[in-house]
DNA sequence: ATTACTGTATTAAGGACTTAATACAATAAT
DNA sequence: ATTATTGTATTAAGTCCTTAATACAGTAAT
């Protein structure tokens, strides 16, 4: 999975948001060693310094953690991680309700546009 | 409807969605009179500089127009406004499908899980 | 005719984000 | 022991966004 950003919203902000999605699938597992600050900043065509902020703040919310000089870790609380995962896709699923609420579509068109799309997606 | 701005994202992008969103919902009917726009920054609480790029914006995509110096309408295109009102909604299909794919969600679940969540919501 | 209200434009200032270029201390690898 | 690699910190520059303070021309309202 490549890294996608975009200049609409800071980096640093899109970065965590990606990496965190990276724990929560299981592209980076539980106790996993994460490349250092400087190749994942390379890896995201990214400043160190910018890497640095988001990681930062992972670690502030338990998602990482630091062991001095030999290298960021992915915590082992897989129900931690549990727990982030379910709560993104709850946010998922409001936000999308909500603006396709706001939008005017109620529950059970949203329900037959999303199987009908989701057909198509397959493909 | 009042204005949601926060300091994630630029002002002029969350302006534009959201007078997008209120030409697509009805809220400023097609043919309908805005406000000024010193009036829509006041409401906004944002500087007249800030909303006029963002009415350049919606202008420039011809869901508005202005009269030189009476004020600025929302398009009659009804069929234009359908349009944009439809294509925000595949939009938001999209994003909603994809992050959740991501996530690791298949679209069975997806289909549970929102109607089960669609159901809440109603109360 | 005068006044008030349109959209529009300009300039200056401040803030947040990003990059670049370093630097340092601690430890792993050799 | 020396070297390379960790995370971390600092400073300066540049960009974009936002605000503030104006100003102007055209038109509607009086």
Redesign the interface.
């Given at each position: 999975?490549p890294w996608h950003l975009t200049s609409?919203?800071?980096i640093y902000?899109q970065l965590i948001e990606q990496i965190k999605?990276k724990i929560?699938?299981?592209v980076y597992p539980p106790g996993s060693k994460l490349p250092s600050v400087r190749d994942l900043a390379r890896e995201a065509s990214v400043n160190p310094n910018t890497m640095q902020r988001a990681l930062a703040k992972l670690e502030e919310d338990g998602l990482l953690y630091t062991q001095r000089t030999s290298g960021r870790y992915v915590t082992e609380d897989v129900d931690m991680i549990k727990k982030a995962?379910n709560q993104?896709?709850?946010e998922?699923?409001?936000?999308?309700?909500t603006?396709?609420a706001?939008?005017?579509?109620d529950?059970d068109e949203?329900?037959s546009?999303?199987?009908s799309?989701?057909k198509e997606?397959?493909k």
């Open positions: 999975m609409d919203r800071p902000t999605l929560c699938s299981g995962k993104l896709a709850k998922h699923i409001q936000n999308f309700l603006k396709m706001e939008l005017g579509f529950y949203i329900l546009i999303i199987s799309m989701a997606m397959k």
